[in-house]
């Protein structure tokens, strides 16, 4: 501890610069990553709470040793930039950068953002919370005061709305979070979200893993009612509950990683027997940063227990549909490339399988994602192509696509 803690001072005092701006990457194919991230920025909580509570939201702080930190409901949470590297020299992967002014302004700005996607020719994106939020909005609705939990999330969705996706609606999925400390709530969140344009939402993926009810519990009814009624994408990010158990000795950071298509298997098999898919089948669930590998083994798996073993007939809704059949009904999946499974996407389902760039994080494709994603998909048939890089996507949040005389529609079929 004591090693690590030097090296963070001394990167502190002798802080590599960010790399210079790459050039403009050719746009090849029209993309919308259905998987990003944004870091808040300080001061957006500013006069978005009741005058009571304005004192106790969310805020930015220095610590002695010179980190901005955030700090909120009696808690600092550290690493402002949870994996905001892109833009940094290689080597400084291993660092989190700890001020805002260490990291590349698309992190936190949107305009900033959009130039560079223009950079990484990626047309929109889906943007999830960092980690004063959590991927799903766990921390604010985890607050001591209820009260002021939720109107952080409120406050939280007006910033997105009115300056993030407001800045740059084209470019923007409109995805919200909402109050998790309530059900009722949670769902009237939802919906005043959807009044004004909200298509997404993120949720925890296994919530009885942070404490709160599971989703076979019935808590999550009324947070369900309110998707379908406003035909509100469910988004389930790895890692909104945590990463996967490992022994206290294990290397947790990478095989953590590793083990993100196994969260995400473990994940939509719960959701899938919640029977949420068969009581509402309009329902829609984006599985967020899992890759796509272990679906077609969850297919099969499904199959089996069905027609050899048996267990399926207790499937929730007494048979009406079969377990697989709504896994390709009610679910979508996401890729970052995952260049050995794609020989299972028919089983998948092509117009299943969406794109993303996983921009700032470590995993990510900025700004090579026009490469990486000719590599890896450019030889499928066109058709397939056009739908996993944008109308899948697309489709799924309603989303529009660019104009056709503009760069970011190269790819796009005006059927």
């Known amino acids: 501890m004591a090693e690590k803690q030097w090296d963070l001072k001394w990167r502190r005092s002798n802080p590599h610069e960010l790399l210079a701006d790459p ?13 990003d991230h944004l870091v808040e920025p300080p001061g ?10 304005a004192g106790l939201a969310p805020k930015v702080v220095e610590t002695v040793e010179g980190h901005e930190v955030w700090e909120f409901d009696g808690r600092i949470y550290f690493q402002v930039g949870l994996n905001a590297v892109v833009g940094r020299p290689r080597e400084d992967w291993l660092v989190e950068p700890t001020r805002f002014e260490d990291m590349r302004p698309g992190c936190y700005d949107p305009n900033a953002r959009a130039r560079d996607m223009d950079i990484n020719g990626i047309w929109a994106s889906v943007n999830f919370p960092s980690q004063i939020t959590g991927f799903c909005g766990s921390v604010f609705s985890q607050c001591n005061d209820q009260e002021l939990g939720l109107a952080v999330t409120r406050a939280w969705n007006d910033w997105f709305f009115e300056e993030w996706y407001g800045a ?8 919200g979070i909402t109050f ?18 909200f298509t997404a939402v993120t949720l925890p993926e296994q919530p009885h893993r942070i404490g709160m009810p599971s989703i076979f519990s019935g808590w999550w009814d009324p947070v369900i009612e309110a998707c379908v009624d406003t035909d509100t994408v469910i988004c389930l990010h790895v890692g909104s509950t945590g990463t996967a158990e490992l022994p206290n000795d294990a290397p947790g950071v990478p095989l953590s990683a590793i083990l993100f298509g196994q969260q995400s298997l473990a994940t939509c098999a719960e959701w899938l027997w919640s029977g949420y898919p068969v009581t509402y089948p309009n329902l829609k669930i984006a599985m967020s940063e899992g890759g796509i590998g272990w679906v077609a083994m969850l297919h099969d798996r499904l199959e089996n227990i069905v027609h050899r073993s048996g267990y399926g007939r207790y499937f929730p809704g007494d048979g009406a549909i079969q377990p697989a059949e709504a896994l390709h009904r009610n679910f979508w999946f996401c890729t970052l490339d995952d260049p050995s499974t794609l020989v299972t996407r028919d089983i998948v389902g092509v117009d299943k399988i969406m794109f993303e760039t996983d921009y700032p994080h470590g995993d990510g494709t900025w700004p090579d994602s026009q490469q990486v994603f000719s590599d890896v998909f450019g030889a499928l048939p066109a058709d397939e192509v056009a739908k996993i890089s944008h109308e899948t996507a697309a489709a799924l949040f309603r989303h529009p696509l660019p104009l056709a005389d503009t760069p970011h529609a190269t790819g796009v079929r005006r059927l």
């Open 23 to 35: 050039a403009p990457r050719e746009i090849r194919h029209t993309i919308i990553s259905v998987d």
């Open 180 to 197: 998790l400390g309530d059900p009722q709530q949670a769902a009237a969140e939802i919906r005043r979200n959807a009044d004004r344009g």
């Open 44 to 53: 957006m909580f500013d006069g978005r709470l009741p005058g009571k509570l």
């Open 168 to 175: 740059q609606p084209d470019r923007f999925v409109p995805m």
